[in-house]
């Protein structure tokens, strides 16, 4: 198993180390479990400081898709394949749970790069 170190105030120790304790583990037993959830948050959301850009990125992609679909079905159906394929790519979005890739289904215009 790997060791991590990482720097954190008095106070914040002081406060995990209290809630540690409470719990009758480790200081690493009881922060482990928080830092999986991290990497792996199944269907949660894990919150960040970057949460605020994101939410303007959101609704900025929701604005441009609108427009995108009123003026264009077919670019809207290739931008949001293209960004299912971002997703998956990096890791946020499960092809097993993805509601627009049945099974079987190839994204749209990319028959031919397959």
């Known amino acids: 198993m790997r ?5 954190i105030d008095d106070a914040l ?9 409470g719990a009758n583990l480790t200081m690493s037993e009881f922060v482990r479990p928080l830092i ?3 990497a792996y ?7 960040s400081s970057q949460d605020e850009l994101l939410s303007i990125a959101i609704q900025t992609f929701a604005l441009l898709a609108a427009l995108a679909t ?4 077919q670019v809207a159906d290739r931008g949001m394949a293209d960004a299912r394929n971002l ?4 890791g946020l979005l499960d ?17 031919d790069e397959q």
């Open 3 to 7: 060791t991590l170190s990482i720097k």
């Open 13 to 21: 120790h002081r406060r995990l180390s209290i809630r540690a304790l």
């Open 36 to 38: 999986e959830e991290a």
């Open 41 to 47: 948050p199944g269907n949660r959301y894990v919150h």
């Open 70 to 73: 009123e003026s264009s079905p």
């Open 87 to 90: 997703l998956r790519e990096r």
């Open 95 to 111: 092809p097993a749970k993805d509601p627009m890739a049945p099974a079987g289904r190839v994204d749209v215009d990319r028959e």
